[in-house]
């Protein structure tokens, strides 16, 4: 890991205020799941929850990418922290005082929490390369997926302890507490101000910013290609993880929830050691490679996973192969799943001017939202008719043909990319003269 990059003040404090904000949020919906689990005996309602809390992400993406190019991204970070522990801090008061919290007051907490997430996501996505050099990009962003993905892994330890012992209202105020000090670390950052911030506030600049976010994307090969890859890609990956690895572990190979919540450790352990392993590796390749690699890699480990549910295989030891296969073959995706991306982020960071940085990253995260639900609606069903096998099978064949219908553009990313640099650099002289 680069030395000046730990170093450097002001990357350090975004991670930090990012890894306590992430730490008490996943610690919170950890708990709010167990709290939602023994009010109502239903897992239903809780799933219900997450569906809904992505309707904010479908209709205030645009306005979130254009609102976080526009405004000061060190002062839109910090209000919208304190606004998250106003939040909890006032549901917690209300806890305190009615000793629990209905459904309805659940789905308004998480709701609330998801808006102001849109719109914090959107202005922190031009922090980290406003902070840090061009040539760094790679390493602050391995750095900074490596530490998310510690305190998502101790996030539901933590959680189940802190719910055993203190119960809901502890939690909320350990959450409202860690967005309150990450307001204040970042408030010590040093951002520049990019050329949007200096727009036009109106309804007709807000028209003409939207109109111009679509057109960098629209003009940019890399951009399209990546936005299309991921839509597909999180269309069969995200049902996997969500819906098919449960079903597989729980409903088929019949293994005990430790074993269901070791597998989840092993995914967020891929993800740390995923930077460890191959940000060396990711500097040294073209991003094309990574992507044709690691896509083939994974498509063919979920097909893998597939045999775990034949007879011959289940049957040795009451299903613990079949068990291990899954166990190794999802540490080996997750780290693939990892790598990819932190080079594709690391690859918009370059492309995109930071005054667009806003509405491409809240586009992107909008395709591949709207993706995963119905991904998640569809092979759910297919789960519940066919053998989960052969969706297994499909779900690594959809990832497959990706690879071969992109292949052309992967390869061609790299080459597209120092094209659209070279022109974007062209187009500052010409506005400079």
Not at 378 to 404: C, E, K, R
Request: proline content about 3%.
């Amino acid at each position: 890991m680069n030395k000046k990059l730990l170093k450097d003040k002001n990357f350090i404090l975004v991670i930090l205020g990012n890894f306590v904000s992430l730490i008490g949020s996943n610690i919170q919906q950890f708990v709010l799941s167990l709290y939602v689990l023994a009010i109502t005996g239903s897992a239903t309602l809780f799933a219900t929850m997450l569906a809904i809390a992505i309707l904010p992400r479908i209709i205030l993406s645009p306005i979130a990418g254009v609102f976080g190019d526009w405004f000061d991204k060190k002062k839109s970070i910090v209000i919208l922290d304190l606004i998250n522990a106003f939040i909890l801090f006032g549901f917690a008061i209300y806890l305190f005082y009615n000793e629990n919290l209905t459904i309805g007051l659940i789905y308004l907490l998480v709701i609330l929490l998801e808006i102001t997430e849109i719109f914090f996501h959107s202005s922190m996505s031009v922090v980290i390369p406003s902070v840090v050099e061009k040539e760094q990009y790679l390493e602050a962003n391995s750095l900074r997926t490596m530490i998310i993905s510690f305190g998502t892994l101790m996030a539901p330890i933590l959680g189940a302890i802190i719910y055993g012992a203190f119960g809901l209202f502890i939690a909320i105020i350990i959450n409202a507490v860690s967005f309150l000090i990450s307001a204040i670390s970042e408030m010590f950052i040093k951002v520049p101000k990019t050329k949007s911030e200096d727009n036009v506030k109106s309804l007709a600049g807000f028209k003409k910013d939207l109109v111009e976010g679509i057109k960098i994307i629209k003009e940019s090969k890399p951009i399209r290609t990546i936005i299309s890859i991921a839509m597909i890609v999180n269309f069969s990956i995200a049902p996997l993880f969500s819906v098919g690895l449960i079903f597989l572990v729980k409903e088929v190979l019949v293994q005990s929830d430790f074993r269901l919540g070791l597998l989840q450790t092993v995914l967020s352990a891929s993800m740390i050691a995923a930077p460890m392993l191959l940000t060396k590796k990711l500097k040294q390749m073209k991003l094309g490679d990574v992507l044709v690699k690691s896509f083939l890699i994974i498509g063919f480990l979920i097909i893998l996973i597939s045999v775990t549910v034949n007879q011959t295989v289940f049957s040795i030891s009451n299903g613990l192969l079949s068990y291990i296969i899954v166990l190794v073959t999802c540490f080996i995706i997750g780290v693939f799943v990892t790598a990819v991306n932190i080079a594709v982020g690391t690859l918009l960071q370059k492309i995109v001017p930071l005054e667009y940085m806003g509405r491409t990253s809240t586009v992107l995260g909008l395709g591949t939202a709207i993706m995963i639900p119905i991904g998640q609606v569809i092979f759910g069903y297919l789960y519940d008719i066919i053998n989960p096998g052969i969706v297994m099978i499909l779900n690594g064949a959809i990832i497959i043909l990706t690879v071969i219908i992109y292949y052309k553009q992967m390869h061609l990313i790299e080459s597209d990319t120092k094209e659209k640099i070279k022109t974007y650099e062209r187009s500052v002289e010409l506005n400079e003269i």
